[in-house]
């Protein structure tokens, strides 16, 4: 489950039904999980009052890649095939788009997929570095305040 905010948390009971598993954006920047832990617990105990005073046992970050155009792509750069942009949904996409890859590798391949383009967005004023992350992520937490505040 997720709810419905433009920073939106998710979370689900493990298969076992003995935890909450619960996600979201800590913050725009890199943070240790030490840092993150905190926050999402304040999260998860505005969402979930009854879980206040329970302990966490286990936090971990990672990294999602989000493309220019919100597409993953998969492609050929000199030589190198990949598969790549998951947009924060990439456990079924990317499985998918990494057999497509290995077909095409195999040349096995009986149809071309639709993910595989020549060119792959970009911006001149993009080099990478995501900068302006912080800013947007600030005006969209804004934004579901500002909602929350209206509704
Ligand atoms: C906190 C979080 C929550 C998410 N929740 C969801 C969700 O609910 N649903 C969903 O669909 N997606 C979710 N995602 C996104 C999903 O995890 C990714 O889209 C997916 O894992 C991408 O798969 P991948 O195979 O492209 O990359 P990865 O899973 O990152 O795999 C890349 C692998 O390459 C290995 N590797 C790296 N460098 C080298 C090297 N030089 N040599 C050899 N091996 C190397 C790494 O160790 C890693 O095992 C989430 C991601 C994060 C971080």
Request: proline share 6%; with cysteine; charged share 20%.
């Amino acid at each position: 489950m997720s709810d419905t905010r433009r920073v939106l948390c998710y979370y689900r009971m493990s298969p076992d039904g003995s935890r909450m598993v619960f996600g979201g954006r800590a913050r725009f920047t890199q943070i240790d999980p030490t840092v993150s832990a905190p926050i999402l617990h304040r999260y998860m105990t505005d969402r979930f009052p009854q879980l206040r005073g329970v302990k966490l046992t286990h936090a971990w970050t990672g990294n999602v890649a989000f493309t220019l155009d919100a597409l993953p792509h998969m492609g050929e750069c000199d030589g190198l095939h990949y598969c790549l942009g998951c947009n924060g949904s990439g456990v079924a996409m990317m499985t998918y788009l990494g057999c497509q890859t290995a077909r095409k590798i195999a040349r096995a391949a009986n149809y071309a997929c639709s993910f595989d383009t020549e060119a792959f967005p970009d911006h001149p004023l993009y080099s990478g570095n995501p900068w302006f992350l912080p800013v947007v992520g600030g005006y969209y937490r804004l934004r579901d305040s500002l909602d929350r505040l209206l509704a």
